[in-house]
């Protein structure tokens, strides 16, 4: 089991939206959605676009460069041109601040 990380002020990411995270030599995108904070691996398994200006609709993240789309929560590919599930983490909330499980 991975150490919590720090990762942002949970005012930081807009309600619907996302933002990049690097950490390490590592990459992810870190989610407020309607049903929560998530994180997935930031780049697209597609072409490794990265997420991070992506779109959130809903439950779903649409990649960028070719509308390839992700489900936020399981990280199951949903739409061609994408077939291969995005890894997700655990995130939690306390006192106001996003932690990540890596
Ligand atoms: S790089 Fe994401 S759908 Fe092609």
Same mark, same amino acid.
Request: aromatic fraction near 10%.
């Given at each position: 089991?991975?150490?919590?990380?720090?990762?942002?002020?949970?005012?930081?990411?807009?309600?619907? =939206?996302? %933002?990049?995270? =690097?950490?390490?030599?590592?990459?992810?995108?870190?989610?407020?959605? *309607?049903?929560?904070?998530?994180?997935?691996?930031?780049?697209?398994?597609?072409?490794?676009?990265?997420?991070?200006?992506?779109?959130?609709?809903?439950?779903?993240?649409?990649?960028?460069?070719?509308? *390839?789309?992700?489900? %936020?929560?399981?990280?199951?590919?949903?739409?061609?041109?994408?077939?291969? =599930?995005?890894?997700?983490?655990?995130?939690?909330?306390? *006192?106001?601040?996003?932690?990540?499980?890596?």
């Amino acid at each position: 089991m991975g150490a919590w990380i720090e990762v942002c002020a949970a005012g930081d990411i807009e309600q619907e =939206d996302l %933002i990049r995270w =690097d950490y390490g030599s590592r990459s992810f995108a870190i989610y407020n959605t *309607g049903k929560g904070y998530f994180a997935t691996d930031g780049y697209c398994t597609h072409e490794r676009q990265h997420l991070g200006d992506g779109l959130v609709i809903g439950p779903v993240i649409e990649c960028p460069l070719h509308q *390839g789309r992700f489900d %936020i929560a399981t990280g199951k590919a949903l739409t061609p041109p994408v077939c291969e =599930d995005l890894a997700t983490y655990p995130v939690k909330v306390e *006192g106001g601040v996003v932690f990540v499980r890596l």
